[in-house]
C-alpha cells in the first residue's frame, strides 16, 4: 500500500511538482495551547460548506425555480424522490449550522486577536465570506417558494429600498421588478446557485491561502507567556495529527446533521400566495434577528431622519468598522490586548444575542 | 359687482342653514323641563332617535307648532295629533313609511310595504279585530329611541330578534289567552342558528327569517319545506323528490321539522339515522319495511367513510407531528370530507343508493390518504432505523480515529 502511494505520488510529482504540496504538509505545524479548540472551527465550516455543496447539487436535480413548480418541486422531492427528503433537511440545516459556525469562528479569531498584523487581509477576506454565507441564505430562503419565505423576501427586500439615492434601484435590481414575483424567484435562484457560489470559492481560496500562507496565530497571551518562558511552545503536525482531529469534529457534525434531518425534518409550511395577507408574527432568519428587532424599536423619526434608514445605515457602518478592526486594532504589539476592543466584541455578542431572544419572545 | 353678489348670496346661504340647524323647538324645550317622568322621556331620548338623525321633529309625527311657545303650540287647530292610540300607531307610522316620495330623499332603497305586509301578519289581524295586545311598531322598534336595523343595539338587529320576540311571546301570563307555547326563544336558545348567531353570524336564521318581520305568521305544516329551502336549498330540493314528501303530505305531517323540530333546531347526527337509539327514522318505521331498511343502509354507509376518515386523519395527524411531509394526502383527505358532507345532504333522498353513490368514491379516496399516512409512518421508522445505524457507524469512525491519533502520537514520543 505504502510503495503504491509513493509511486502515485512520484507519478504526479512528475506532472505538477506534488510533491511540494506533501513537502509542505509535512512541515505545516499547529500551535498548541489552552485555546487551541478555537482552530477547528474554520475546518468546520468548510466542511459544512462543502455539505452544502454536494447537497446543493443533489437539489438541483429536482428543483424547478418559477413560482409555479418551486414549491410543488420541493414537496415532490421531500415525499416522493428516495432519500429527497434527507438531501433537503441536511441542506437547510447545514446551512444554518454553517452559519453559527462561521459567527463562532469569526468571534474566536477576534476574542484571540488572530487578525492583527501580518493576517489583515485573512480577516478582511473571512468578513466578506461571512457575509456572503448569510446571502446564500437569504437568497435561499426564498427558494421553496412558502409562505413565510415569500413575506420575510418582501420584508428584506423592502429595508434595501429605504436606502437613500440607490434604494430604489437596488429594491428593482433585487426583486426583478416593484413586487417579490417569479422574476425575484429567479433572480434569488441565479444569486444563490451561480454568483455568490463564484464568489464564495475565489474568497475561500484566498482565504484557504492566507492561512497556508500564514499559518496559525498564536494568541498574544500564549505568545508573551512563552517569551517569558513560563509556558513552552508546543506544535502539533497538521498532517496527520490535526487534521485526524478536524476529521473527528466532520465525523460529529455529519451526525449531527443526520440526526436533525430525520428526527426534526426541515419544514416545507404552505405555498406563498401573493395575494394573501402577510402572516402574524413574520420575521427573518435567526441570524438576522438581531437587526431585524433593532429596526422595529426605532422610531419612525429620528430628528429628521427616517428611523429605519438611520437603522441600516447603523449596521452598515458596524459592519465596515468590524471589518477594519485590524487596521485600527494597531496598539496590540506583541502581547498586549487592546481591552477596548474586546469590550466591543463582548458588547456585540451581547446585543446580538439578547435582541435576538427579544425577537423570539 | 357680480363678486359681491355671490358673496352675498354665499353668506345668505351659510346664515339660513345655521339657522336651520338651530331651529327653535318648543316640544323639545318644554319637555325637557318637566318633572313628570312620562313626559320628560321623549324629550330626552328623542336625541339618539333615527328620525332626530335624519332631521324630523316632535311636530312631523305629533303635530302641532314647535314655534309657538305657549300651550297652544298642541292645538288641533294647529294639527297636533298627539299621543296616537296603540290600535292607531301602523297608520301613524305608515303615514311616512308608506309614502314613497316622502321616504326616497331618506333612503331610495328603503321599503314601503310596511304596513300592507303588517295588516297580513297575525299581529295585523287581530289588531284590526280588536285585540289591543299584540304587537304594533313601537313594540318592536321602540318609541323615540329608534335606531336602524344595522345598529347593534337595535331591538331589532339580529342577535337581538329573538329577545324582541320574546319579551311578549316568552311571557307566559301576557300570552295565556292566546293558548300558544312560550318556550320558543328557550327552544330556539339551543339551536344550531342562534349558536350560529351568537358566534357574530349574522346572515344565520332569527325569528323574523322564517316568520317574517312585518307579516311575521308561523308557517304552515305545507310551507315548512319552503321556508327552510330559502337556505338548505339542495335539502328541500331532494326531499322535494324524495318518497317522504308524498308520504308526509299524505299524512299531514310538516316537512323538515318532522326530524329537525321547528325552534330547537340542534345540530343533526349521524346516528339519526338507522336503527340505533337515537334513530329518529324508526320513530316511523317499523322492523322489515323498505323504509327502515334503506335507513340501514345509509346509516352503514355514512359510518363506514366517518370511520375511515377518522383512522386516516388520525394517521395522518400522527405522520404530521413526527414532522413528515403529508400536505398532498391531507388534501386528498379533505376531499373524502368533501364526499361526507355531499353524503349527509343526500340523506335526505331517503334512498341508500344515492347516499352510496357518493360514500363510495369517498371511501377510496379515504383509504388512499390512510395509506399514505401508513407509508408516512414506516418511512419514519425507517429513517429512524436509518439515524440508528449511520450514529453508529459515525461513532465507531470517530474512535478509529481516536486509536489511530493516539498511535500515531505515542509513536512520536516514543
Redesign the interface.
Known sequence: MSGLYRNALAWLDERFGAGSVEEFLRHKVIPIHRHSIWYYFGGMTLFLFIVQVLTGILLLLYYRPTPNDAFESV?YM??QVRFG??IRSVHSWSANLMIFTAFVHMFSVYFLKAYRKPRELTWVSGMLLLFIVMGFGFSGYLLPWNTLAFFATKVGTEMAGSVPLVGKWMLIFLRGGEEVTGATLTRFFGFHVAVLPGLATTLLAIHLMLVQQLGMSTPPAVEKAIAEGSEPRRIMPFF??FL??D??GW??A??AL??LA????W??G?KADPFAAAPAGIRPEWYFLFMFQTLKYLPSKVLFIDGELLGIFGFSAAALVWVAVPFLDRRIGFSRATRFFTGAGVFVIGYMMVFSWLALR | MKTAAATLLVMMCVLGSARADSRKDSCVNCHSALEDARLLKPAQLFDGDIHHQAGLTCADCHGGNPNDDSMDAMSPAKGFRGVPKKSAVPDFCARCHSNATYMHPFNTKMRIDQLSEYLTSVHGKRLKQGDSKVAVCTDCHGVHNILAVSDTRAPVYPSNVAGTCGHCHADAAYMKEYKIPTDQVAHYQKSVHAEMLAGGDTSAPTCTTCHGNHGATPPGVKSVASVCGTCHVFFAQLFEKSPHQAAFAKMGLPGCVQCHSNHEIVRPSDSWVGTGPNSICSTCHTAGDAGLRSAQGIAHNLGRLDLAIAQADTVLDTAERAGMEVSSAKLELASANEALIKARVNVHTFLDTEVQKVTDPGLETAKKADQAGVAALQELNFRRKGLGVALITILVAIAGLYLKIRQIESKEQA
Open positions: 414537496q421531500m415525499t427528503w434527507l496527520p495529527n485526524l482531529r476529521m473527528i465525523y460529529a455529519l451526525g443526520g440526526a430525520a428526527i426534526f425534518p419544514e416545507l404552505a
